[in-house]
Structures are given as structure tokens and as C-alpha cells.
């Protein structure tokens, strides 16, 4: 069983302050994790995605994400947050045994950027 | 390359009505998958297809539900009798394979209303 838990359903930042978007997720087996993002009327892009490489993830956008096992997170952020950055964000979990490609979505956080 | 195409945007049906929501995966994919969200929930797996094959209808929540592929090109997804809790943002995704390396591409998604 995997699940996935997004700690803040909302948060605020200013233009050109850093972002960071927490998440937790649990596994029976090693997990492939992935942030999505939605902009307002648009469908689910992929950001970036952790495989069992290298634990720190760049994405697009200036985004990146830090894969901790002790810890089971997988937290995204970004140095300096842009206008454009407001949207919902899905943190996911794929097991890597899993057939297909089911995922488990977190409940995702909407960003919200102050100019 | 075109993306996932789903079709309608919205659609606002009263309870008891039959609706019909059709997918358009990118030319190629095999594999299509359909999500729900419902609101204030979290976006949960439906059902995969391989081809035309149903490889995992898991994610059904009911009988009232019927997903098809004929052809194994677009997918429809009906809803019969609608009722209330069926309301929520329709997705769909298709992907090349199903490694991960094979990501999922989102539709935009469809808007049920229920009233």
C-alpha cells in the first residue's frame, strides 16, 4: 500500500521569496515519486521525478525536489518564487513493483504568489 | 506533437442523466488512464487501458460507470444514472509504455457537475 500526505493545503509567498511545498509519503516497496503541477484551467504537467538516481531532483521552472528516505519526504522548492509559479501542486507516489503506471496522489497545495 | 484532448470542458447534467466524457490520447500511446477528483478530495485512479484491454478497472467506484476503447484509440467514459457524489474534475493521461520512464501526459480534464 502507498500513500501520500501533502502537509500545507495552502501557502503564500511573495514574488522573489523562496517556495517550499512539503510532502511525506509512504511505501510497501521503493517508491518513484513525482511532482505535478496544475495551472488554473490547464491539465497536470510533470515537474520533475525521482527514479532511485541521484536524490536531488532538478525540474523545470527552477524547481527541485530532495528525495529522504529516513525521513520519507520528498519536499519541493524553488530559490525565488515568479507570479507564474501560482498553481496546485501533486506530490505522487508510483511503487516501483506496481503494474502499469497507478499513481497516488497527495491532496495537493495551492500556491498563491504576492507581487 | 498534439496532447491529451478531452472532450466536453464542462458539462452540468441533473441527477439521473446520462453523460458521456470522451478522452483523446497522444497518437501512439497504448496505455490510457482515467482520474477523478472529487471535490476536496484527492485525485484517485479510475481505471488503465492497454490497447483496447481493460488492465485495471480497480478504481471503479461502481457499477453506473462504463469506460470503453474500442479500437484502441479514444476512450469514453459514461456515467449512468448520474448521481450527486459523481460530481468532480474527470482526467485523463496516456503514456508510451509503462516504466517509468514513461511518463504520464494529462488531459486538461472534464468538469462534472451534478445537480
Known amino acids: 500500500a502507498q500513500s501520500v500526505t501533502q502537509l500545507d493545503s495552502h501557502v503564500s509567498v511573495s514574488e522573489g521569496t523562496p517556495v517550499l511545498l512539503r510532502c511525506n509519503y509512504s511505501?510497501?516497496?521503493?517508491?518513484?515519486l513525482f511532482w505535478y503541477v496544475q495551472h488554473p484551467n490547464k491539465g497536470l504537467q510533470l515537474l520533475l521525478k525521482?527514479?532511485?538516481?541521484?536524490?536531488l531532483v532538478k525540474g523545470i521552472n527552477g524547481f527541485e525536489a530532495e528525495f529522504k528516505k529516513s525521513e520519507t519526504s520528498f519536499h519541493l522548492t524553488k530559490p525565488s518564487a515568479h507570479m507564474s509559479d501560482a498553481a496546485e501542486y501533486f506530490c505522487?507516489?508510483?511503487?516501483?513493483?506496481?503494474?502499469?503506471?497507478?499513481?497516488?496522489f497527495g491532496g495537493g497545495t495551492r500556491v498563491l504568489v504576492k507581487p | 506533437e498534439a496532447g491529451v484532448t478531452q472532450f466536453p470542458s464542462h458539462s452540468v447534467i441533473e441527477k439521473g442523466q446520462t453523460v458521456t466524457l470522451r478522452c483523446d490520447p497522444i497518437?501512439?500511446?497504448?496505455?490510457l488512464y482515467w482520474y477523478r477528483r472529487v471535490m476536496g478530495k484527492e485525485i484517485k485512479f479510475l481505471l488503465h487501458?492497454?490497447?483496447?484491454?481493460?488492465?485495471?478497472e480497480s478504481g471503479m467506484p461502481n457499477n453506473r460507470f462504463l469506460a470503453e476503447r474500442t479500437g484502441g484509440t479514444y476512450s469514453t467514459l459514461k456515467v449512468q444514472p448520474a448521481e450527486l457524489e459523481d460530481s468532480g474534475v474527470y482526467f485523463c493521461?496516456?503514456?508510451?509504455?509503462?516504466?517509468?520512464?514513461?511518463?504520464?501526459?494529462f488531459g486538461n480534464g472534464t468538469r462534472l457537475t451534478v445537480t
Open positions: 493521461a496516456s503514456s508510451s509504455g509503462q516504466g517509468i520512464n514513461s511518463p504520464l501526459h
Open positions: 511505501s510497501s516497496y521503493s517508491p518513484s
Open positions: 525521482y527514479t532511485s538516481a541521484a536524490t
Open positions: 505522487v507516489v508510483r511503487a516501483i513493483k506496481a503494474a502499469g503506471n497507478k499513481l497516488t
Open positions: 497518437s501512439g500511446h497504448d496505455n
Open positions: 487501458f492497454v490497447k483496447e484491454s481493460k488492465q485495471d
